[in-house]
């Protein structure tokens, strides 16, 4: 009987394990349209709730329907000009991933990055909302730093891009209960109806620690804070602050303010 050789055992791992990676491999490969579907559905589902277009029995399947009224765009953050379409697909545009490119970001000095995103994109998405033509909406991603991780959400200004539609986080890793309550839908409605720029168009949007006392005027600049998470709502005060400025979307909103009141 031929003796079995010391080193069979080991082949027969190395062929397991080439085997259980390949078929890994494979399932990958064939999830991922599937994976960038539900990521994109994601994403609608996330834009239409922040515009209040989406309800508790909207289904999956009536998604794409509602997206309809939207358009995708690009538009370069510095100019605050729209970008076309020949030039950057709103379809493709990946801006997260841009954020890592040198050639499409670049770093922010800490005295200038109060929201804690560290590189700043050159383009960004941007959602119009239309109803017959006209402008609605217009919904805006936004991120930023809160107590203990990055916080990201969409922003949905009325057609007067100056007062809040309606907000929506949907990825973070706030404390459950305190700051995870930023996407709560009681506290998120909070927002709806209140003024991010004052008379002079400085951003003017607080959030308050704890309920807010403001009255008259005061009060449509500032909404609830989050009970027991006063560094997360400070972070949330400092995203706003951030994206709504000169750094930001201030010189899309300022041009188009500019470009609507032309048409009107």
Request: glycine share 10%; proline share 5%.
């Amino acid at each position: 009987m031929a003796k079995e050789s010391f080193f069979k055992p080991f082949y027969s791992v190395l062929v397991l394990a080439f085997v259980c990676s390949f078929l890994v491999s494979l399932a990958s490969v064939g999830l991922r349209p599937l994976q960038e579907n539900n990521r994109a559905l994601e994403r609608k589902k996330n834009i239409l709730l922040a515009a209040g277009l989406l309800h508790g029995d909207t289904k999956d399947k009536d998604i794409d329907t509602l997206f309809a009224q939207v358009e995708p765009r690009i538009i370069d953050l510095a100019t605050g000009a729209f970008v076309s379409p020949k030039v950057i697909d709103p379809k493709t545009f990946d801006q997260s991933a841009s954020t890592n490119d040198p050639q499409l970001s670049q770093p922010l000095p800490k005295d200038k990055d109060i929201a804690g995103v560290r590189r700043l994109e050159k383009y960004s998405l941007v959602y119009l909302v239309k109803d017959k033509g006209k402008l609605k909406e217009i919904v805006l991603p936004v991120r930023g730093k809160g107590l203990w991780s990055t916080m990201y959400g969409y922003v949905a200004l009325d057609s007067d891009l100056r007062t809040i539609d309606g907000i929506a986080f949907y990825e973070h890793g706030e404390t459950p209960g305190l700051g995870g309550e930023i996407e709560n839908p009681a506290w998120e409605a909070g927002w709806q109806g209140k003024k991010i720029y004052d008379d002079e168009g400085k951003v003017a949007i607080k959030v308050a620690k704890g309920a807010s006392k403001a009255k008259g005027k005061a009060a449509s600049y500032e909404v609830d804070g989050l009970s027991g998470a006063t560094l997360t709502g400070n972070g949330v005060q400092r995203l706003f602050h951030f994206w709504f400025d000169d750094q930001g979307f201030k010189p899309f909103l300022e041009r188009l303010r500019g470009e609507e009141g032309k048409n009107g």
